[in-house]
């Protein structure tokens, strides 16, 4: 199952959570994945995980719905 976007690549970050204490303990943060049927041209589409920032930004078209 994959763990990052399938357009741009972008995955999990990890770094420090830090406390108002000043303690630091490692944390990750998960980019918005979401399950979306892809347009690819031609008529063909495709069920890919993309992230809602290569969504928002135009990159990805999404397939319409020929119900």
């Not at 690549?9 to 994945?33: E, M």
């Amino acid at each position: 199952m994959a763990k990052y976007c399938q357009f741009c690549g972008r995955g999990p970050v990890s770094g420090n959570a830090v406390s108002h204490s000043n303690r630091h303990t490692r944390r990750r943060w998960l980019i918005n994945l979401q399950n979306v049927h892809v347009d690819l041209g031609d008529g063909v589409t495709a069920r890919m995980k993309i992230c809602t920032k290569c969504l928002k930004s135009g990159f990805v078209k999404r397939a319409v719905n020929a119900n």
